[in-house]
């Protein structure tokens, strides 16, 4: 018997999620330094994940073995302004702790995104991640993602001719 179980996330879940945002946070910080630390960030970004839903606009799930949470995912039904389609599901996370990686577990989850974007009409799933997160970018093209936009970035030049 499997022993992960998706449920909805709880306000008893709150400790264990927001030690997974820091965690998640403080991982992709690693690759790319503008990201603030984990700590400064978990507890408003959860609140506004909390808020969501409860204005019905999005769901967090919480990955659960045996009462520890080994993973999370959010994600919210939106409009999207500039595209022909009518509503898509923004997946904001999806985080398994290491030690839990491999066992289907962020698959699982995105299949229960799937399920919400079903329910809501969506028409397609979108989510980000950094471009050096080589990991996660092959497990979502092993899921059916494929790139779509790709945002670029650089340092405004501090005016003195050389880099900041």
């Known amino acids: 018997m499997n022993p992960v179980v998706i449920r909805e996330y709880t306000p008893a879940d709150r400790a264990a999620v927001v030690a997974h945002l820091v965690e998640f946070q403080d991982h992709e910080r690693k690759s790319e330094p503008l990201y603030a630390p984990g700590a400064d960030i978990a507890e408003p970004y959860l609140d506004g994940l909390e808020g969501a839903c409860l204005r019905g ?3 967090i799930l919480v990955a659960d073995v045996h009462g520890m949470i080994v993973g999370y995912t959010a ?3 939106q409009q999207p302004a500039c595209l022909t389609i009518e509503r898509e599901v923004v997946v904001w996370d999806l985080y398994v702790t290491p030690p839990w990686r491999g066992y289907g577990i962020g698959r699982t989850l995105l ?3 799937d399920a919400y974007a079903r329910e809501r009409g969506a028409e397609r ?4 991640t950094l471009a050096r997160n080589a990991e996660g970018r092959a497990m979502y093209a092993r899921c059916g993602f494929r790139e779509f936009e790709v945002t670029l970035v650089r340092d405004v030049p ?3 001719g050389g880099d900041r």
């Open 57 to 59: 606009e999005g769901r």
């Open 75 to 77: 994600f919210q039904c």
């Open 111 to 113: 299949g229960r995104a």
């Open 125 to 128: 799933l979108i989510l980000t």
């Open 158 to 160: 501090d005016g003195s």
